[in-house]
């Protein structure tokens, strides 16, 4: 199983806001070789994390794939998808039009080297939590053996204010 979240705060362009990104963002990642589409969760609006008042609400959710794709090539395809979405990387936490992060693949563990497999702050986000569950909710963080709900519950109750269906 392939997990990949999906989200954006800032339009990509004139009349495209964030869901309408993420939509077409992941038919875009759902062309990337070696992957198969299976599901994506319920598309969530959060609030930014670390909190940022000057930031808008994001739309967050999750894809589920399947296939057998090596981790450095799908992150560097992600990348590139990013990209054609006006994605510039630039200030940590900024608001972005658009983010793709490889949670999981196939249960790999990597250490070094990017990507870091599963990944490294997955555990610690409602804004992914919360979707992974509606697309694979008997997932177990690789390293934590834990599951998402786990995981989601062990979170302080304040980590969870501001999520809502969009």
Not at 70 to 95: K, Q, S, T, W
């Amino acid at each position: 199983m392939i997990l990949i979240a999906l989200g954006a705060n800032l339009p990509f362009a004139e009349a495209v806001s964030p869901y309408d990104t993420c939509l077409r963002a992941l038919e875009d990642v759902a062309k990337i070789p070696n992957l198969q589409f299976e599901a994506v969760s319920r598309w969530y609006r959060t609030a930014p994390v670390p909190p940022d008042p000057h930031q808008p609400a994001y739309c967050n959710g999750v894809a589920r794939f399947s296939g057998a794709p090596d981790p450095a090539e799908l992150l560097a395809a992600l990348h590139r998808v990013e990209a054609a979405f006006g994605r510039i990387r630039g200030v940590a936490n900024a608001a972005r039009t658009l983010d793709l992060d490889l949670i999981d693949v196939n249960g790999m563990v990597r250490d070094a080297s990017p990507p870091l497999l599963p990944h490294p702050r997955a555990h610690q986000r409602v804004f992914v939590l919360r979707p992974l569950l509606d697309v694979a909710p008997d997932w177990v963080h690789p390293v934590l053996n834990s599951s998402a709900a786990a995981l989601l519950d062990a979170l302080p109750p304040e980590a969870a204010r501001g999520i809502a269906r969009w």
